[in-house]
């Protein structure tokens, strides 16, 4: 499994790549807690666009996040914080890793 986090947006608002993961290079634990996530957020399921015009946010940061797992491969793109929470339950994994 590869993991790309990319963020924009804010005050700068340049793109830069956060968070390169490889389930390679990982603990068992961690593939195993980012795995349950990535089921409880339906991640290769959900809607591509997590981009609410509904979130009136000054400056907002945007995440791009790019998953390929097998043959699958999703990349999802969404504010900060996002009305999914578990996407953002799933964002805020990747952060911490």
Known sequence: MKIELYQSGGYVGDRIKIKELNDTNMSVENVSKLKQY????????????????DQVIASPLIYELT???????????????????????????????
Do not use: R
């Open 67 to 97: 998953i390929a797992d097998g043959k699958k491969s999703k990349t999802v793109k969404a504010v900060s914080p996002s009305t999914n929470t578990h996407l953002s339950a799933l964002l805020t994994f990747i952060l911490g890793l």
């Open 38 to 53: 990535i089921k409880e957020a339906d991640f290769f399921k959900i809607d591509a666009n997590q981009l609410s015009s």
